[in-house]
């Protein structure tokens, strides 16, 4: 199943009052591909994942499976197979492993405690650790496992399309490539993924493709091998990471 339009963002814009901190930003991800949206700090990836989930209004149009989302919303976006892993992480660190992924499966509990059970034991063999850390409190994990849960914890509402806010953030960089390559390797699982990164290089390497954001617009968009291979390119954009 490739090849199909997932998502499109067409002539997005996004504003903070008067200030706009996104302006028509045109990106698409296709089924089965990993894109990856880099940028400076402060550059709008942000605001861009934020708007794409429905949690902040926005002008143009977002698009799922080629229908225009006219009123998008985080429970018609989740319903509808898209899924956001924030940047802050949001675990209930006084919880367990196992109570945080029940949480992200609220929208199986209609289905029965059989299906979650079911998702969990999924989620459970993309992330092994966690099934041997499935009893202990989330606080108590370290950086990489907690960066996992969130993960997890957005995988257990089966979304098709898994949008991760900088999951490098703070990590440690051994522990950056291992969770970047399980993200990479979700799409094995049948999730396409839109990565936003800071850290520049490693999101390149594990993409199709790339969105350079600066200021809020598109700067640049292209196969991320021919990014990551452009000596100029590195140095104009990629400075950091
Ligand atoms: P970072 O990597 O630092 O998180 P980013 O690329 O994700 O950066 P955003 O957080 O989306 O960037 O911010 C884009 C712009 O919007 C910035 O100028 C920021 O100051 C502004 N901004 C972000 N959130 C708000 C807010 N709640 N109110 C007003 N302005 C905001």
Do not use: C
């Amino acid at each position: 199943m490739s090849g199909e339009t997932l998502l499109e963002l067409r002539g997005l814009s996004v504003f903070y009052g008067p200030v706009e901190a996104v302006h028509q930003v045109q990106l698409n991800v296709q089924a089965g591909e990993i894109v990856t949206v880099i940028g400076p700090n402060g550059a709008g990836k942000t605001t861009l994942l934020s708007a794409a989930m429905g949690l902040l209004p926005s002008k143009g149009e977002i698009r799922l499976d080629g229908e225009r989302i006219a009123k998008p919303s985080v429970e018609g976006m989740v319903s509808r197979g898209l899924g956001l892993v924030p940047e802050k992480r949001e675990l209930f660190g006084e919880m367990s492993v196992e109570d945080n992924l029940l949480l992200g499966g609220f929208s199986l509990w209609r289905k029965g405690q059989r299906d979650q059970n079911a998702r969990m034991e999924e989620v459970f063999a993309i992330f092994p650790r966690l099934k041997e850390r499935r009893a202990q409190m989330a606080s108590t994990l370290s950086g990489g496992e907690r960066q996992m849960l969130a993960i997890g914890r957005a995988l257990m509402a089966k979304p098709r399309l898994l949008m991760l806010d900088e999951p490098s953030l703070g990590l440690a960089p051994l522990i950056v490539k291992e969770v970047l390559q399980v993200v990479a390797s979700l799409r094995n699982h049948g999730v396409s993924v839109l990565l936003v990164e800071q850290n520049a290089r490693a999101a390149l390497k594990v993409a199709d493709r790339a969105y350079v954001l600066e200021m809020g617009s598109v700067a640049l968009s292209g196969k991320a091998s021919d990014l990551l291979g452009d000596k100029r390119i590195i140095e104009t954009y990629l400075g950091i990471g």
